[in-house]
């Protein structure tokens, strides 16, 4: 079995992270594919990252499709571009922040969800709601630094992380912790040791979710909504165009 | 890895039906359990019927947990007993009504579930608020044909499935189907050929998914709502006193 | 009229004090009949206690039902067994926390509810749900203390409940406030005068409400979800097999 | 006990239907006085005709207070004027929309509301919101007949609202019919007959309701939202000025 | 083109500050008709308020449509009569809350609004609703002073209201702050430069957006729900009952 | 004041119909900029569609920021891209299925959209949801046509069109109809004159609001959610680089 697991921001650090958290946890058997798009921004923060972000997803797809890919996993806890890669090919397509509250739902009645950034609160409060957890989920809790500074403070990271994961659990009544970004998959061991809650990343539930799905032979319905894009013209975009309106 | 599926009623062909479904899909490494409690009703079709088999569920858990085993499968739509089950242990217990609509969400924006009797729809239409799926599931469609009719008249039950099944796809707008009944997992085969989306039984999900949560090493939140029960006096239900109140 | 008030918890003290509450607040002309289950735990406060407690809800009515009773009372603020007592007779069962909500809503637009230890936040987040009270709801308080240790030592009891009461009014607008279990009818007196908005116990507008059914002639609709089990195999549970599954 | 009950059309021949309901379920030593209010349409099918109502409601509540009632009822199933009222009174107010979706909730998991004209859906569903009952709630169904008409000939009410009755059985799922209209006590007992589910009218719960209201001592919470009106100058609407705001 | 806003309160300075934020917002061809109905109360802080007031702008929605105007505002943060006022006419009618939220919802995703007193907060929490913005408002907060404070002190009233503006930003994560009383006009700008995000009063939108339905031609939909009033009898209301009635 | 119309789609017909839309609708003075982007697909039916057409909406408003457009409406139902071009400038930001809804509530209680390919009905239903409307769409109904069928056939079009329409006024109890595709535009004055409740397409009410926008001088709240993106390293994506990025 082939996983291909897409980072869909430019900064190979974080992509490392991924791929060793993937790595420790996907079975013997399983061949994991961790890449990062030719093109993209930096890191995912706002709505316009996300959207340069989602169409080098749906290319790393396409690509995938090719290179006989079985699933994929969109590692950036915004799932940005997620319904799109289900357009884009028939095999499961999953999202880290999808699997961590899939996952969270069957441990704990209430989680919270750590972020970065202040503005990317609105964001992660829209896939709460696209998901069904408005009811699972009592607060989102930004650090207030962003997404690289964490790689470059990893210490100053921990300590906000947990800072935001105690109130969380004694004011807003969760009873597990989400880290909400994948850069994040640094700090569960420390965090879970640090809480006395289960600190759930979202990489290792995803992969263990993607295996699942491959192994039941479980595909994208490509009855209606997900199917393939309609054939049309397509001005530039050159390698999606060809990939899936020709 | 030792997994043990408690199908909540006591019959006990119904329990063979999973048990193939189950060992059908496990990792060959996966030690599969596959019980029915010693008391119960012959199937779960009402809130008595529920109340009792809950009973018998945690049972089967307390014992589990002497059995070594690493995780739990509720195997009725109706996930009987699936809160009291997780505070009776800290292993992850999964209902197969959950699991199948967790996986159902990844695959298809929209699904329908199919049920038994009429009087079903209201336990299961409750479970899909209580799993925040309101917004996924178009529609619960009944056979009007009870849990054991499809055991003694299996070419009955399916043609009646496949009815409502293709209303719900025309009608009601499913691009996914859910088989309500843990007694269905003999006719996913048949329904998918006919169907044309893809069906899913909750037993197979069930599995893979407590597969991973095992590998993941995640276990239930136990800091508050599903702690162990209180110490405290308990009249009758020896089993559940001596496993649990002591 | 006869109406049978069932105590889901074995501890007799609160059985007594129930039955004071009721016989305050009944008509002359009715009869009551205030019980515990001959099986069951001490208290309520959690899914396992739940479970066990709704079984034997389940038997009282049973009993009662040839005791000709008129109406059914479950005098736990989680209202254990609630819809399996509507299946197992077609006499009206009302719920405390049913009807203090009722009531409430009706002279207050927001209400707070006052309840034991903090995993019991989650039962009642879910009945507040279930009965379509989210928006009135403005907060679910607990006060940590167990439900016997109210018993034991009232006072700290009272205290405890008063310094919850003023917050709900004072941070989370609460106009109205329900106190969380059966246990604390003894309260509501002192808490009406210290507080200055509505204190209301479940288990006085119960009375009240099911007499008003009873007197109206008004019956659980038998029709479809609430109709009588179905026939069938049941091992064990013996006296609930006798009474409705042969 | 003196219960108000407060027709808020002027169409006396409903107020006399009413009353006749009404005393057809009162205790024995429970004050009837049923009215209309001395100005307002003989009808109310509209917002208009709504909001000239609901003054006529808050006059006769005004008057009520000082005649020594001890509760009201607003009979129109519209609840013209009900938080309006409570802001008037710090006796308990019922209207009979509430108390027959209070009731409804007891005895069935889900109910349909017949209603008149189509125009008059809207009003009712945003009171079915208002009342936390949108997910019990499978339908509103009018008869295109106006509220007069059905006083005017009442075999064809009848037969109008057992078709709608039935079809909301049948085709929405509905176990229990509530007669969306204050006008259709006279039909309570023929429907009951004809259509196999509870078939409730608002009028009778509501005294019944208020009945246990006022042995139970309880009053609306006069704390902040249904305080009495602020002092202020007033221009017109004299009796209301001279009983609230002066 | 002629634009008809009427403060449905009898406080004729207030419909005078009305007036002048209106004309520094009207297109240079707009005709606006500025009133206050002649009777009704001096402000609207409850229900009874609200009533007294809805009928007043009935009346002058029907003169208004004698005097040939195009469209109505209803100036007063509670909407009141606003569904009444669109059966009486045809013409389009909008209320400064509808309108105030219509417009934040597109340059923030999260608002606040700032109320008077504590008993408005259920009023306008209901109005959130009604329009659907349930997601969007982040708080209501109320200054605690009555309407007629805000022009007695007007100082005092806009440090009450930047101080609750400041909490909404900093607590409740507000990204725009609605004015939510129409006499709070005088305090836009003096709020936009303090508050650092934008300070939407609803009577500027309302106007531009009641100009922008006439040049479009769009008109309240007569088909069911807002047709013109049944005709029917009615006692008393005059004005009412010669316009709409007869 | 210099208004931007982009039509995220690269079909030019299409442009023109929406500019003379606009053109007929907008203030004399307004100057009316209306574009499609170099690059994105003929139309927009599914999410990769979607995602394409977003990076040049994002394109068009930064080009269109130097070019001293004062707002900017995105013509096409989808809304494609509005919340990063929110992010992307200060003006405001008009999505025309937004501003249709917004009109339509004012006007009706109950709106249906009509979609052209059934893959459209979950992003349909997806902005219902975002734009707070679930309450008033009675039903979003497709056509089954796609996108540049309605221009090569247009009497087909319209026919298919008329056909949802009549349902969605006749079964699901619409009030008004919104026009699911900014390819409609050449339709909504053939379908009010057969339909008799207001049609109402996008872009005529986005022309108005961007122009009420303007000259209220309200702006997007740049406080947090919708800041100018972070600076930060991009790959590719030239012009959005240099335009938010450096």
């Known amino acids: 079995m082939k996983i291909k697991i897409i980072n ?5 650090e974080m992509t490392e992270s991924i791929r060793k958290m993937a790595e420790s946890v996907c079975d013997s058997d ?8 030719e093109t993209g921004p930096a890191s995912i923060e706002g709505y316009v990252d996300e ?15 090719k290179e006989n890919c079985d699933a994929y996993i969109i590692a950036c806890f915004g799932d940005p571009g997620l319904q799109a890669a289900r357009e884009a090919t028939d095999k499961p397509v999953l999202g880290i922040a999808e699997s961590a509250m899939s996952v969270a739902k069957v441990i704990a009645p209430y989680f919270s969800i750590l972020s970065v950034l202040d503005r990317s609160v609105k964001v992660t409060d829209d896939l709460v709601g696209a998901y069904g957890c408005k009811e699972f989920c009592r607060s989102i809790r930004s650090t207030g630094l962003d997404v690289l500074e964490f790689g470059k403070n990893p210490e100053k990271g921990l300590e906000a992380l947990i800072e935001q994961g105690k109130k969380a659990i004694n004011e807003d009544g969760a009873e597990c912790i989400l ?21 759930l990343d979202g990489v290792s539930p995803a992969v263990k979710l993607a295996e699942a799905f491959v192994k039941l032979g479980i595909k994208t319905s490509k009855v209606n909504t997900y199917k393939y894009p309609e054939k049309k013209d397509v001005i530039g975009f050159e390698s999606i165009k060809e990939g899936l309106y020709l």
């Open 51 to 65: 959207y340069m972000a989602a169409l080098g997803v749906v290319d790393e797809v396409i690509k995938g499709d």
């Open 8 to 12: 869909p921001n430019t900064t190979l």
């Open 30 to 37: 399983t061949e994991l594919l961790v890449v990062s798009p």
């Open 179 to 199: 880290l909400g970004c994948a850069g994040f998959v640094d700090f569960v061991e420390a965090m879970n040791k640090e809480l006395g809650v289960p600190v």
